[in-house]
């Protein structure tokens, strides 16, 4: 019952320092947009209008919407990035061979910034979804491939062996021995890769969509609303952190 209490306790406290550093950083805001009355951007950043510009948007029905078209790319482009990462880095894992060959070629490509396959995205789709989802699941495959060959690099030969003794096929080895076993690395590869990926949609859906948070904050910034390209703001923040707490609930 004691350790029951103190978790609880403790539980209280973080969700305690948290609000009181939420508190501490919108006071700071305030600060920051009072000081700079000069400036009609920082002005309007200001906290105080952050009510008035989310109901213009409800209003005009277009976040609820971007939220929703944002988030169908970003899981369009997780689940290609897995369909494709999980597959090449069981590969490389499993061949010493292919680890050697692919392993400047991997390093290489993992290195590139992924927005800067834009005009390439943009050639080989148009403008649309395609892209977006394109340069979503580039930035992704690299966390997930990486993430398999830790798993396989991890797994136990020991139960490959007993699977192999007791006349397990090849394709029954990987189905009750290998993807169980490298799941939590795949996984963790995948909250990785989801963070990533959320980062980079927003300036993705910058290329010429006409629809997504991305394309909002542009559409904001050029109809002068700086107090809604303020809230479109917020709510990626919001949401990245709600993507990312709910990618540890089901890692556990």
Known sequence: ????????????????????????????????????????????????????????????????????????????????????GVPLGLVIGFSHLVEQTSAPLVQFLRMVSPLSWAPIAVALFGVGSLPVIFLV???????????????????????????????????EQLRSVVLPSIRPFVLSGIRLALGIGWVIIVPAEMLGVSSGLGYEILNARDRLAYDEMLVVILVIGVLGIALDTLAQKLLK
């Open 1 to 84: 019952m004691s350790t029951l209490k103190k978790q609880n306790q403790s539980l209280t406290k973080s969700w305690a320092l948290g609000a009181a550093g939420i508190i501490f950083a919108v006071f700071l805001w305030w600060i920051f947009t009072r000081a700079a009355t000069g400036n009609l951007m920082l002005a309007a950043f200001a906290p105080a209008n952050v009510p008035d510009a989310l109901k213009s948007l409800l209003d005009r029905g277009v976040l609820l919407s971007d939220i929703g078209i944002s988030l169908l790319r970003l899981l369009s482009g997780l689940g290609l990035a897995a369909l494709l």
């Open 137 to 171: 699941a580039i930035a992704a495959i690299w966390p997930i491939t990486l993430g398999t060959v830790s798993g396989v690099r991890a797994l136990n030969p020991a139960h490959l062996q007993v699977a192999r003794t007791l006349g397990a096929s090849g394709p």
